[in-house]
Nanobody, 121 residues
Framework: QVQLVESGGGLVQPGGSLRLSCAAS????????MGWYRQAPGKQRELVAF???????NYADSVKGRFTISRDNAKNTVYLQMNSLKPEDTAVYYC???????????????WGQGTQVTVSS
C-alpha cells in the first residue's frame, strides 16, 4: 500500500514563503508523476504543479514565477517552494502521485491527506 504524507503548511504573511514536502512510502520502485493540487473553500480542486521522474515540470498560470516544484527520486519525495505568497494562495494543498511501480504491481492516483496553507496579515 502506498501512503503520501505532506508537511510544511502553516500561516504566513503576504509576500512570505513556505516549503511543502510530500514523502511517499510503501514498496515503491518508482513514481512517474508527482504533483501538488489545492482546494480553496467553495472552489474545486485545481492543479498547482507537477513534475515527472525525468524532471519535466508544469505550473498553473497563477503560480508561475512564484512557485517551484522539485523532487528527490531516491527518497520518493516531492517539494513545493512557494514564494511571494498571496492571500489567494490560501487553500488546502494536496500531494498526488500517479503511475507508481510497486512490489504489488502498478498503482495509480494516490493522494495525501492535505496540508493547510493560509496567507494572511
Amino acid at each position: 500500500q502506498v501512503q503520501l504524507v505532506e508537511s510544511g503548511g502553516g500561516l504566513v504573511q503576504p509576500g512570505g514563503s513556505l516549503r511543502l514536502s510530500c514523502a511517499a512510502s510503501g514498496s515503491i520502485f518508482s513514481i512517474n508523476v508527482m504533483g501538488w493540487y489545492r482546494q480553496a473553500p467553495g472552489k474545486q480542486r485545481e492543479l498547482v504543479a507537477f513534475i515527472t521522474s525525468g524532471g519535466i515540470t508544469n505550473y498553473a498560470d497563477s503560480v508561475k514565477g512564484r512557485f517551484t516544484i522539485s523532487r528527490d527520486n531516491a527518497k520518493n519525495t516531492v517539494y513545493l517552494q512557494m514564494n511571494s505568497l498571496k492571500p489567494e494562495d490560501t487553500a488546502v494543498y494536496y500531494c498526488n502521485a500517479d503511475r507508481i511501480r510497486t512490489g504489488g504491481g502498478a498503482k495509480y492516483d494516490y493522494w495525501g491527506q492535505g496540508t493547510q496553507v493560509t496567507v494572511s496579515s
